[in-house]
């Protein structure tokens, strides 16, 4: 599992990588995380919080799940270190995430786009490449 | 990708590609450029996305880019689409998140003599006053049930509120308001990211920027709108903030559901889109319109913050202190325009995703003051180049429906940018070129390092030959705010 920056004229993209659908979606949140926090060593562990969403398709599934956490980066400044994936299918995620609070990010994720977004079978398992408006 | 030839060039300035090119084209892809300009588009998928437009359901005549096109996701940065109603599409993603991201065009009556001594200190101040940066909030306190009114009055709200004037209002385009919009179509998310961020700039590529006047090429229309040679004048670059951006996202999730209903065969599910005349598309528009009015009162609060920047730094220093308004001009928007093809008059949603609209001489949409020299058009450059000040055209109304331009373009990654470019050496280097900085990122500077982008004024050159817009005055910088 594992993500890679790859060039976007405009925004940022990431290709993610995961052996199963938990690890790419647990890959894809620590590649959007990556964009916005350069230094992870500030964020405490204090914070709980846990998702649960259902979704049209897992393609949606993906973009609901990393939009929620831009949502908690922006509205309180609050970065996850750990995503606990207990349950997923292919239209359904239920997660716990940890983290805590920092003072500035550097790195501001308007949205997550659905542009040419599929998740395919590849040889490390599953692969997908994601553009994030920012 | 596209490649040259793929596309055949009909004039000294404008390309096509046929709609033979790919089986799913309902028109041709038109765009602007050059020589020089056109190795830059072939080189991003910008061109391959602009055909991608051109299968959408309902497009007339043709997908339209300007210039400064470049790639974004699903619509191309600088790309116009027209359908024609009642049954043509209404497409989020051709409105972009950033919905009603526009540009306020605000001028003094001091010259840059008469700053100069004050600039730094302008600059400090402007920082302080007017918040950016992630997640900032702004110095606007709503009362419950206020934020309704914000989307349903827009800048009306603003003026009403203290921070601004009736002649604000009247050098806004739609008076700083669009009719319809409807509050109870934006979601309670939505809401609550734009609950604290009325008159705040946010990051990426938006600034406040202290110009001069550096060249006037029209005279007369220089003269009518407000400009001169010397002259310092304000641009604020922003948008909808966060609750844009949710308008965008609920909407698009929404509407991946009507791909399967409609029979879309879209190439991408970012276009996702709805007829404007069901539910879904009519329901898009009143929250498109709401978050477009709260983009409108979000500048309108800024310039108020700059006024008294202003005011705390120049008052009892120069002869006169005092802003007045240019002009404020939206570029992601999608609005219903009548516009006239094979001589009959057509009602068209016109999407503008990183286009602007330039509406030429005579259009009644503009306000009494402009009817008869066109709409000014507002051309931000990348950071430390030029900027333009443009009217709309005839030809604008007869080629491009009515719309131009809206910046440089990028053409380098931000990823490249990162990795080429250090804030704080282009920092040093802007400073020692005698422009003021203040940046909230050092990695957010060097993405939006003037190396990344187009020459702008290449890109206005393009316009203004190809009669789409024309030239009224050039703009430098002296001092730029980012978040």
């Known amino acids: 599992m594992g993500f890679q920056e790859i060039e976007h004229t405009a925004d940022r993209a990431l290709k993610i990588f995961g052996g199963n659908l938990k690890e790419l979606f647990i890959s894809a949140a620590e590649g959007m995380t990556s964009l916005m926090v350069a230094d992870m060593s500030g964020v405490s562990g204090e914070i709980e919080k846990t998702i649960e969403m259902d979704a049209i398709d897992t393609e949606s599934l993906l973009v609901e799940w990393l939009s929620e956490l831009a949502y908690w980066a922006e509205a309180e400044m609050l970065i996850f270190k750990t995503f606990r994936i207990q349950n997923i299918t292919v239209d359904h995620l239920a997660a716990s995430v940890i983290g805590g609070k920092l003072p500035a990010l550097e790195k501001h994720i308007k949205a997550v786009t659905y542009h040419n977004l599929k998740i395919i079978k590849s040889r490390r398992g599953l692969e997908a490449t994601i553009v994030f408006d920012v | ?483």
């Not at chain 2, 443009?390 to 009515?402: N, Y």
Request: net charge positive.
């Open chain 2, 1 to 483: 990708m596209v490649a040259i030839h793929d596309f055949k060039q009909l004039d000294e300035y404008l390309f096509e590609v046929p709609a033979a090119f790919r089986k799913d084209m309902r028109v041709p892809a038109r765009f602007y450029s050059d020589a020089e300009l056109l190795k830059g588009v072939i080189t991003d998928n910008s061109l391959l996305q602009l055909i991608n437009t051109a299968t959408l359901p309902g497009i007339v005549k043709y997908a339209l880019a300007m210039p400064d096109i470049h790639q974004g996701y699903g619509f191309p940065i600088g790309g116009v689409v027209a359908t024609e109603l009642p049954d043509g599409i209404i497409s989020p993603g051709g409105v972009g998140y950033d919905i009603n991201c526009g540009v306020r065009l605000l001028a003094t009556h001091l010259n840059h003599e008469e700053i100069g001594p004050f600039v730094d200190d302008l600059a400090t101040i402007l920082y302080t006053n007017c918040p950016s940066g992630v997640g900032k909030g702004g110095s606007i306190q709503l009362m419950a049930g206020e934020l309704d009114q914000v989307m349903s009055q827009g800048a009306r709200w603003a003026v009403k509120k203290g921070f601004g004037s009736e002649a604000d209002l009247e050098r806004t385009e739609e008076s700083g308001c669009l009719d319809g919009a409807n509050p109870a179509k934006v979601s309670p998310r939505a809401k609550d990211r734009g609950q604290k961020q009325v008159g705040t700039l946010g990051a990426g590529n938006h600034f406040i920027e202290l110009d001069s006047v550096e060249k006037v090429l029209d005279a007369d229309v220089a003269q009518r709108i407000g400009l001169f040679e010397g002259q310092i004048v304000v641009q604020i670059h922003c948008g909808s903030r966060g609750l844009g951006h949710q308008v965008c996202g609920d909407y698009v999730k929404r509407f991946q559901k009507m791909i399967a209903r409609y029979g879309l065969n879209l190439p991408d599910r970012e276009l996702v889109c709805a007829p404007l005349s069901s539910a879904e598309g009519q329901d898009y528009l009143a929250a498109m319109k709401a978050a477009a009015n709260y983009a409108f009162a979000n500048r309108q609060v800024l310039a108020y913050h700059i006024r008294r920047s202003f005011e705390q730094v120049l008052a009892g220093k120069v002869s006169n202190h005092h802003i007045f308004q240019i002009y404020d001009i939206a570029h992601n928007m999608a609005k219903v325009e009548t516009h006239r093809i094979a001589g009959k008059k057509v009602r068209l949603c016109v999407h503008r995703k990183g286009a602007t609209r330039a509406f030429g001489p005579g259009a009644p949409e503009l306000p009494p003051a402009y009817r008869d020299i066109g709409q000014p058009v507002l051309v931000p450059g990348s950071m430390g180049t030029a900027s333009w000040v443009l009217v709309g055209t005839r030809e604008s109304m007869a080629r491009t429906f009515g719309s131009t331009c809206h910046g440089a373009g990028r053409t380098m990654s931000r990823k490249k940018a990162r990795k080429t470019i250090r804030g704080l050496t282009l920092r040093e280097e802007l400073e020692g070129r005698g422009i003021h900085i203040r940046a909230g990122s050092m990695s957010g500077l060097a993405e939006e390092a003037p190396a990344a982008y187009k020459d702008v004024d290449r890109v206005v050159k393009v316009v203004h030959e190809a009669g789409i817009a024309k030239k009224v005055a050039k703009l430098k910088p002296i001092a730029v705010i980012k978040g």
